[in-house]
């Protein structure tokens, strides 16, 4: 008897267990999916679960875990830094993903809007916090497995330098990466003496397309072509502005690395990029303005987390600050560019150029270039308005009132010349011109630091003659 009962109910046990499974089998590794399926009103209508992971504005390390029954999506975004987790619930359409964000009081926090590849194997969204006044750039890929720890934010991000010829001309580059798929940098013609900017982005994993901008703000053409990293070179073709194309090859010289800083709570977010060198006092020279920067951001983290013991939704992402730097010549002996930093809260940014004698492990003044007693300053300031004038967006009105009110305060050395540039404008961006060696000729200190970038070759010290029986 009790084997035909146990025959009769064993079927029906089973059917109704099948019944209560979903039809996607959650990953017994990852707890969070055995979460989100708690979400779903019927977990069995579930028809996939996913794992994808990224970065916020390509430096905060984020995991996405969701799973969508094909009309409902929901899941969870973890911070990896911090470890904070939100819940997010939406939907999906015509690849179009729209989630609201809440946390752990369920308040409404932020939205994600974004879209997934057909493949679903990508995400490009952007966050916002609820009332749309704060955003960020997310950017994700999908993964077997939810990791748990964050990466190190300057993986991908990179200064190399490239040397060799562009039809018989010598040519040396600069190129740097500052996110996932921005990229700019430095052309040097030997032909010419003259560099020009560069600016355009990664189209894939190592290739890339470039506009060459001359001091007129002018396209002169372009570059495109690929990285290779394990052969260490750069191919491609030089686009001329007639449409032209020839073919370039370029060996890859000095690098330099990228150090980073992270922060991300409920309330802050705070981080900064910056150049490393094999050189340590040029690295402690940057250290010392990171770190300085750094103590004002953790000192206004404090303040929030004293003012709002139990913060809401309101101030979800209520205050963020960014370091960042772009190089302006980089050699064996010198580098030169800038540091910037933004705050939320506090108006402007904050630019520091900077020149560094790698050899001698210490910075170059505007004063060290030049004889002294000499109107260098007034030469400067009169070519590079010069330059400002003939470019196009001198017809704008509101352009032309600052920049004729505006102080050229920074300064940053380039091959062929000084690179002379005003702090940066939130509507006009910094704005810069470079005055050649040649134009500076009378005032230029012969015996100057970089008086090897103007002088073939540069005179030696006289030294009187030593005595017999002298140190």
Sequence with gaps: MKYRITKILFPLIVFIAISFI????????????KEIAELFRSPKKIKWFRNYYGRVDDINDVTLVIGYDGKNCKGYVTFLRSRQRFKLEGNIKNNKLILRETDEEESVTGFFEGYISDDGQNVKATWFNRDKTRAGELSLKQVEKEPVFPSYCGNNKWVRNFEGKIVQDEVEMTLQRNDSDRLFGLIWFKSTNKTFDLRGRMTSSEEFE?????????KRGGIKGSINPARRNLTGVRIMPNGDQHRISLDRKEELMVGCIEYQDYMATYDAIYPKSRFSAFNDFVTEAVEQWKGECKTHVSQLKAENGNP?????????????????????????????????????????????????????????????????????????????????????????????EADFEHFTIRKEGIRYSTSFHPIYGRQGVTVPWKELEEYLNPYGPVAYLFMTPPPQPKTGKRKRGGI
């Design 22 to 33: 979903p039809n996607i089998a959650i990953s017994q590794d990852n707890p969070t999916q």
């Design 312 to 404: 809401g939704p309101d101030q979800r992402g209520l205050s963020n600050a960014r370091g960042w730097f772009q190089m302006e010549f980089v050699s064996d002996s010198l580098a030169s560019g800038f540091l910037c930093f933004d705050k939320s809260w506090e108006e402007g940014s904050t630019d520091l150029s900077f020149n560094f004698d790698l050899v001698n492990g210490k910075p170059i003044e505007l004063r060290d270039i030049f004889k002294s007693g000499t109107a260098y300053e007034e030469a400067l300031d009169k070519a590079a308005f010069n330059t400002i004038r003939r470019r196009k967006i001198f017809k704008n009105p509101g352009f032309r009132e600052w920049i004729l």
């Design 210 to 218: 470039l506009d060459i901008i001359d001091d007129l703000e002018l």
